[in-house]
Structure formats: structure tokens, C-alpha cells
């Protein structure tokens, strides 16, 4: 225990934790958008053109982690404008993103002479690196999540449970969608600086998953999310300190280990 | 009678594809009428003209002695006003994956009528929630999950949730498709209850008979046009 807390004293630990617990209890709210409005495409979306924000970042001269996150803002932006509109689905949108952006990165890699390797690292994700902006940036991101949240709980769950309807009483549904997309992009590409791009469903999707599994309404679903998010990254860092593993990786396994748990007790609760 | 509802000489239709030429509807205060017509025939088109989802290309639309189109200065608000009055009943697709109880999901239906943004739903709005189920006997399954009911117990949750928005026209898309035969009865005689306690107009969007359901007009849609 005595070790742990050397550890957690030290600042970049002690940032990475702060960051991991912030993203954990906010971003995992998204996750219930992801699946709600069946959005699950929308991550590898997120995933891949940040791979080319982070090419085209290090191609301009500035941070890797910068060019992923406007990218992956914009790409948002325009498949929420796209998204209720039925001239081209959005799944073509999202297939000609996934692949435009990865021929785009190996081009501007062969091109533009961009180091593989630091493209990559958005991959992998680097938490022990998080600086204070870093840090900063993980909590603006997680308080507007929270505010959308709270500010528009009733629009959000109209939205969500059916949008046809929803609009039939005049919400807004198209700004919903836009400002959903925008907040699941944000998310995805602030988790992708913590955990990397292999393992941004630990911190956003798994949490909720399990949530919507056990909640009988919306609060309740959300409440859970945002605990079970919290758990995850928690007790994945706690584990990667102790047993010296990779943190994405072990905060990923606590996820896992959370939804197994879920099935198993709601298995066992139907049983009897 | 006063005319509630006015469809004249509209065309609609959706990209390049002409679905309403046009289209003639008057509807009365207090009138039942089904919509019929074949799948495709532009029958849910109507209903999205009279809640202001769809643009038509041309022709006048009057709602409840609101003028909508041609559209005017004012119409956004015009339209929030007007869709306060409306309640509307839509298809059942599929189950929203979202948990929500009997009772949540019919307090949504006031979202706009009673309370909105940074506005919470209060005891008001509880009241006539218990009052909605209660009036179409399914009071009991108050605290159940939606998607644990039948088709027909969810069809009057669904029906509930229009009622509890007070409103004076009520728009109904294929109330009936999904329903078994002793659904369907249950819904005609839902229908002519609801009709009994209050005087709104009901529009039913349908493509088979919903027999049992009161006096009420049949009008049929095909080709884009309106026979009586």
C-alpha cells in the first residue's frame, strides 16, 4: 500500500490518475449515446482519422495529439450535420472516412517523410505522459459532457428513445444529433491521448454497456455508467501500479471483467 | 363545424420523388377519419405535412385554424405553439435500448406542453401521467419496463403518452399493423372511449379496417390522391 501511494505522489502518476478518473466518469455517459442511437461505428471513425489528425499534426509542425483532436472534431461535426439525412447513410460517410483516412496517413507517412512511430502512438496512447494542459483538457471535455447531460437530460433521453417522435413535440433533433456526435468525438479523441485507439470501449463503450444491462431508467442507466466508467479506470490504474502493467491494457481487463460480472449476476437473478 | 384540419392542393414528396399531388383533406372538429391506402400510397407523408416535419412543395396547409403554409413570418414559433396541441402516435419500429418505465415514458409525452428545457416535470405533470394510464387501464403496469409489454399494452402506453398532452388532434400511424385480433378489438374500443371523454379529432393513418372503432370517415389514399 506504502508503494502505491510513493507512486500516486509522484505528478506524472498523480496527473495520469486525476485524468484517468475524470475521463472514467464522464466519458463512460457517451457510451450510452453510442448505443442507444447505434453509433458504434462512429469510434473507429474517430480512431482512424485521428490517426491521420496525428500525421497531419506532425506534417504542420505542432502536436500529434492536437492534430488527432481537431480532425476528430471535425469529422464529427460532419457526420452529425450528415446524420439524419438520407442522400448518402451515414455508414457510407463512415466507411469513406475509415479508409480515406488511412490511405491519407500512409501517403502523407511516405510523403510527407511523418515518423511512423509517432503517428502510431496514437494507438497506444500515452497516460504517464499527460501534462497539466493534457489534464485541463480532460476536464473540459468530461464538465461539457456532464452539462449536456444535465442541462438537456429530458431532450437527450426523447432523442434517444425515439427520435421520430421526439421531433413530432419539436425537439430539436437535429441539433441533438450534432451535438451528440460532436461530444462522442470529443470523447473518443481525448480517451484516445490516455489509452490509445485499441482501447477507448474500456473507458466509453464497456462501462455502458453494462449499465443499460442493470438500469431500469435512464438516470439510473447513466448514474451506472458513469460508476462503472469510474471502476474501470480506477481499478485498472490501481492494478497497473501494483503488478507493473500497461495501464490502457489492465484499465481495458477491469472493464472486461465488469460486463462478465454484470451477465453472471443478472444470470444468476434470473435463474431464481 | 370548424374546420380543424386543411389540406389544399398540396404536392409533397421526398428528393426527386413526387409521393402527395395535389392533395385534398378537410377535417372537422371531433372527426375520426381513417387514412387509407396502399404501403407507399404517402399516407405517414400527410402526417409529417401536419406536424411540420416535411416541407410541401406546394399548396396551403391549415392546422388547427393555424395557417402553416405558406409559410409567414413567425412560423417556428407558430409551430412549437401548434405542436403543443398535437399529440402524435408513431409506428412501432423497435425497442429503444434505453430502460424506461410505463410511467416515464407517458410523463414524455408533456415534453413541450407542460415542461421543457431547464423546465423539470413536477407533481402537475406526475398527476396527469397517473390519470392518462388510469384512463386507459393500464394504471397496474405504471412502474413495468416498456419493452416487457405486449404489443397491444405497449400500443395503449403509447396512446397514453398522446392523451397525457391534453391535445385537441391526435395523429395515429398504423395503430393496428403489429397487433394480434384481440388487440385489435381492444383498440377499437380504446378508441371510442377516448372519443366519449373528450372531443378531439382523431386522424388514423391505416391500411386495414379498425372495425368496432365508432362512427368515423374513410378516406383513401393512391397515387397521390384522395378518394372519399
Known amino acids: ?145 456532464l452539462a449536456v447531460f444535465l442541462l438537456a437530460f429530458r431532450e437527450l433521453q426523447l432523442v434517444l428513445l425515439d427520435p421520430e417522435l421526439a421531433a413530432a413535440q419539436g425537439v430539436p433533433v437535429r441539433l441533438v444529433n450534432i451535438v451528440l456526435y460532436v461530444l462522442v468525438g470529443t470523447g473518443v479523441a481525448v480517451a484516445l491521448r490516455l489509452v490509445g485507439a485499441l482501447l477507448v470501449d474500456a473507458i466509453i463503450l464497456l462501462p455502458a454497456v453494462a449499465a443499460l444491462r442493470t438500469a431500469r431508467s435512464f438516470v439510473a442507466a447513466l448514474v451506472l455508467s458513469s460508476l462503472f466508467g469510474l471502476l474501470a479506470c480506477a481499478g485498472g490504474f490501481i492494478m497497473a501500479l501494483l503488478l507493473d502493467w500497461p495501464i490502457g491494457a489492465s484499465t481495458a481487463a477491469v472493464a472486461v471483467l465488469i460486463l462478465i460480472g454484470q451477465m453472471a449476476v443478472s444470470r444468476i437473478i434470473i435463474r431464481s | 363545424m370548424a374546420a380543424l384540419l386543411s389540406l389544399r392542393q398540396v404536392c409533397a414528396g421526398y428528393g426527386r420523388t413526387a409521393v402527395l399531388s395535389d392533395f385534398n383533406l378537410d377535417m372537422a372538429s371531433g372527426e ?19 406536424l411540420g416535419l416535411l416541407k410541401p412543395r406546394s399548396g396551403d396547409i391549415q392546422v388547427l385554424h393555424t395557417r402553416l403554409w405558406p409559410k409567414r413570418p413567425g412560423y417556428s414559433l407558430a409551430l412549437d405553439r401548434l405542436r403543443q396541441r398535437i399529440a402524435y402516435v408513431p409506428q412501432f419500429h423497435t425497442l429503444p435500448e434505453l430502460p424506461v418505465s410505463v410511467a416515464e415514458f407517458v410523463m414524455l409525452g408533456r415534453w413541450g406542453s407542460s415542461f421543457s428545457w431547464l423546465r423539470p416535470a413536477g407533481s402537475r405533470d406526475r398527476r396527469a401521467t397517473a390519470a392518462a394510464l388510469d384512463q386507459l387501464g393500464i394504471g397496474h403496469l405504471a412502474s413495468r419496463q416498456l419493452r416487457t409489454l405486449s404489443g397491444g399494452q405497449r400500443q395503449k402506453a403509447a396512446l397514453a403518452r398522446a392523451l397525457v398532452r391534453q391535445p385537441e388532434l391526435l395523429l395515429m400511424d398504423e395503430p393496428a399493423t403489429w397487433l394480434d385480433e384481440a388487440s385489435r378489438i381492444d383498440l377499437a374500443q380504446t378508441i371510442v372511449k377516448v372519443r366519449q371523454l373528450s372531443a378531439l379529432g382523431m386522424l388514423i393513418v391505416t391500411h386495414q379496417d379498425i372495425p368496432g372503432a365508432g362512427a368515423a370517415r374513410s378516406v383513401f389514399l393512391d397515387g397521390g390522391r384522395l378518394y372519399e
Not at chain 2, 375520426?32 to 401536419?50: C, H
Open chain 1, 1 to 145: 500500500m506504502s508503494e502505491l501511494l510513493r507512486l500516486l505522489a509522484l505528478p506524472p502518476v498523480r496527473n495520469a490518475f486525476i485524468g484517468m478518473l475524470a475521463a472514467g466518469a464522464t466519458f463512460s455517459l457517451l457510451g450510452v449515446v453510442i448505443v442507444s442511437l447505434h453509433l458504434s461505428s462512429i469510434r473507429f471513425v474517430c480512431m482512424h482519422t485521428g490517426l491521420l489528425g496525428a500525421a497531419i499534426g506532425l506534417a504542420l509542425g505542432f502536436s500529434p495529439a492536437l492534430g488527432a483532436l481537431l480532425l476528430v472534431l471535425l469529422v464529427s461535426l460532419l457526420l452529425g450535420l450528415r446524420g439524419g439525412r438520407q442522400a448518402v447513410s451515414s455508414n457510407s460517410l463512415m466507411g469513406i472516412f475509415m479508409t480515406g483516412s488511412l490511405a491519407l496517413t500512409f501517403i502523407m507517412l511516405a510523403a510527407a517523410s511523418v515518423p511512423a512511430m509517432d503517428v502510431f502512438s496514437v494507438f497506444t496512447g500515452n497516460i504517464l505522459m499527460l501534462g497539466r494542459a493534457d489534464l485541463y483538457l480532460v476536464f473540459a471535455a468530461g464538465l461539457v459532457v
Open chain 2, 32 to 50: 375520426l377519419v381513417f387514412l387509407r391506402g396502399p404501403n407507399g400510397a404517402g399516407k405517414s407523408t400527410v402526417l409529417k405535412l401536419i
